[in-house]
């Protein structure tokens, strides 16, 4: 059994993204404890790639800036171990199918192995590439994380049951980014989710009100929240964990 | 030369979001259709020949021949389509293609500005809306062409994200596509991207080759020795080599911008310093640093100035079947202004690349043999960017 089902044992679940470096990585460590005491199930944590195409403003300001702050893979890999001696709830990576692919795709495969990283989230690696990765994802024990999106109607039944560690969602058409409303007919894309498989399924894109959090859980088994967090690193920068840690208290709260 | 799986070699592919998926399945089941349908085929030819101008002439440049001293020269003037450029072949079949699907809106990236206004006219010509992303660098870089594309009535976005040339230009159409599909065509101005669109835009743009083989069969009664042509994304190129591919003993080069140099930081020259990677829905080569970040390239050519190339490309020189070699700006704007001055004929700055790597080899080449260069397009877009190269106060 993959360390993420351990992240929807606790009710529904809130899953936190956090780029890593944003603005350093000494803030990273703090905001993902903050997340983790305050309720947080599973982080997802972001390698910067120069040039996000699924992201929103918000998220490729985050790349950005970590970036230029001189962030690198290797140096998220010993920042993640450090944080291992602490931290237990689940934890993902959320990049860039270039990222994993130019570091050599089983040295990267096998360091999330050692450094307890429990899957993978690559928005630019469909059902249909999914092979460049799985093979490795399976000898590893690193959960290669499916998306299904508002069209996908057809495929869903498809990628559902193949998927590992948790079916991810995606709430709205576009890139990431805070909505105040979110109108896809999510019930029905998770009513054929469930016909064909048993892990669990969060949504994300454009969650970032605890009663768009509430609305979520309730139709699935959790809650994925991005730039609303990563906005709070933006607007607090060093002093945003405190900030993070009172959201995600409230958000955790509209789930319970 | 495609697999059903959109591969060339190792390169290819479609790496991108969920969300496109079914649109790019959607479009690659609605060119199966078309490709092979009589009444489609009709009406993109009227096209090519009513409205764009083709078949586009085979030039033998006597003055240039005699003054390198070598192989005959003669140029594939894809300058004097409508628009000015080759990106017309491409995007009078996208949009008929769009237009059959359905679709009411074109989107399109563009660097130098000759995709944009082609996607602009082809949506004037077609009564569809028509979006434009567009760099900022490059909006002020070849600003005359954002004000034709305004006049043709598309609305021209600039990108002020990134690097703010095509790259950028390339991601925010992406990234407007996943936002709005169903009226939605995107209209990729290269043989990149996911497949299916290196494969469409490929076979769009074969007509030149096919053009070039006829053409010289005429005149000269043979094949050429060399086709040469300038490499961005590469729809050009892929379009002029297309149908020699499979003819072994005609060379098919590929000029890459090498900017200042390939020793230098400041190039777009991706084959001669990228490596593999995934970006943009492709597998290929692109210029990136270790980590796999995309790496920020300079070309003086707007059009050029991209850090990927086609997949197609990259599987062409993976086998060895077309040489790629990067020719620095000294180079293009030495050729962009012997063109003019030698033939009157004033070539895009792209195209100028093609040109110069001619100049190298014409003179070691035999007066019995026989080079084709494809003039992609017009000059007048650069004449400003130019002069001041050149430290002349000129601007538009």
């Not at chain 1, 299904?148 to 498809?158: D, G, L, Q, Y």
């Not at chain 1, 990628?159 to 029905?188: M, N, P, Q, W």
């Not at chain 2, 990067?326 to 003019?340: G, K, S």
């Not at chain 2, 033939?343 to 690349?353: D, L, M, R, Y």
């Amino acid at each position: 059994m993959s360390n993420i089902q351990k992240a929807f044992e606790n009710g529904k679940a809130f899953i936190a993204f956090i780029t890593c470096g944003d603005p350093d990585l000494e803030t990273t460590a703090a905001a993902v404890r903050a997340a983790a005491e305050n309720g947080a199930d599973l982080i997802e944590l972001g390698i910067p790639f120069s040039d996000p195409t699924a992201e929103g403003p918000v998220i490729q300001g985050a790349n950005l800036r970590a970036l230029n702050g001189g962030i690198t893979t290797d140096k998220i890999f010993s920042f993640v171990r450090e944080l291992r001696r602490d931290v237990t709830i689940p934890m993902v990576f959320m990049t860039y199918a270039n990222v994993v692919f130019s570091y050599g795709a089983e040295k990267f495969i096998s360091t999330c192995r050692e450094i307890e990283i429990d899957g993978l989230i690559l928005p630019d690696l469909p059902f249909e590439e999914k092979e460049e990765f799985l093979p490795l994802c399976c000898q590893y024990g690193v959960a290669l994380v499916s998306l299904i999106a508002p069209t996908s109607e057809n495929r869903i039944a498809m990628i559902a049951k193949e998927a590992e560690g948790f079916l991810y969602i995606v709430s709205s058409l576009g890139v990431t980014g805070t909505r105040s409303e979110i109108k896809t007919d999510l019930a029905s894309i998770v009513k054929v989710v469930r016909e064909n498989t048993d892990i669990p399924c969060a949504i994300g894109f454009g969650i970032s009100t605890p009663e768009q959090a509430r609305k979520m859980a309730e139709i699935s088994d959790g809650a994925i929240v991005g730039s609303a967090i990563i906005k709070l690193l933006e607007t607090y920068g060093k002093d945003a964990p405190g900030h993070i840690g009172a959201y995600v208290k409230s958000m955790k709260d509209a789930m319970r | 030369m495609t697999n059903p799986n959109g591969r060339f070699g190792i390169h290819g592919g479609q790496y991108i979001p969920e969300t496109l998926m079914n649109a790019v399945i959607e479009l690659e089941n609605a060119y199966h259709h078309y490709k092979n349908d009589p009444e489609f085929n009709r009406e993109l030819t009227e096209l090519f020949h009513e409205y764009a101008g083709r078949p586009s002439r085979l030039y033998f440049a006597g003055k240039m021949t005699k003054d390198l001293g070598g192989a005959k020269i003669y140029l594939k003037r894809e300058d004097l389509n409508h628009t000015g450029a080759h990106k017309i072949n491409n995007v009078l079949g996208q949009a008929l293609l769009a237009k059959k699907m359905g679709k009411t809106r074109l989107i399109a990236e563009t660097g130098a500005g000759q995709h944009g206004v082609a996607t602009a006219t082809a949506a004037a010509l077609m009564g569809m809306e028509c979006v434009v992303f567009m760099g900022e660098e490059d909006t002020t870089r070849q600003a005359l062409n954002v004000y034709r594309m305004r006049l043709l009535g598309a609305e021209v976005i600039p990108v002020k994200t990134g690097t703010a040339t095509l790259k950028d230009a390339v991601s925010e159409a992406m990234r407007e596509w996943t936002s709005r599909i169903s009226d939605t065509h995107y209209c990729l101005g290269s043989v990149m991207g996911p497949h299916p669109f290196p494969t469409i835009v490929r076979d769009f743009q074969a007509v030149i080759s096919k053009e070039i083989k006829e053409q010289l069969q005429e005149k000269e009664g043979r094949l050429p020795d060399a086709v040469i042509a300038c490499v961005g994304g590469g729809s050009n190129a892929i379009g002029s080599f297309y149908h020699f591919i499979e003819e072994e003993r005609v060379r098919l080069i590929g000029c890459e911008a090498a900017g200042r140099g390939i020793d230098t930081f400041e190039t777009a020259a991706t084959i001669s310093t990228g490596k593999v990677g995934i970006f943009h829905g492709m597998k290929s080569y692109f210029c990136q640093d270790k980590d796999g970040q995309i790496a920020p390239v300079y070309s003086i050519s707007a059009g050029l100035d991209y850090p990927g190339v086609g997949p197609e490309h990259a599987y062409l020189h993976d086998i060895g079947r077309a040489e790629y070699v990067p020719v620095t700006d000294d180079e293009a704007v030495n050729a962009f202004e012997y063109l003019a001055r030698m033939e009157g004929i004033i070539p895009a700055i792209e195209s100028a690349h093609a040109v110069a790597h001619a100049m190298k080899i014409a003179p070691e080449m035999g007066k019995d043999q026989i080079i084709v260069i494809t003039i992609s397009g017009r000059g007048d877009k650069d004449c400003a960017a130019i002069a001041r190269y050149r430290g002349e106060d000129l601007h538009e």
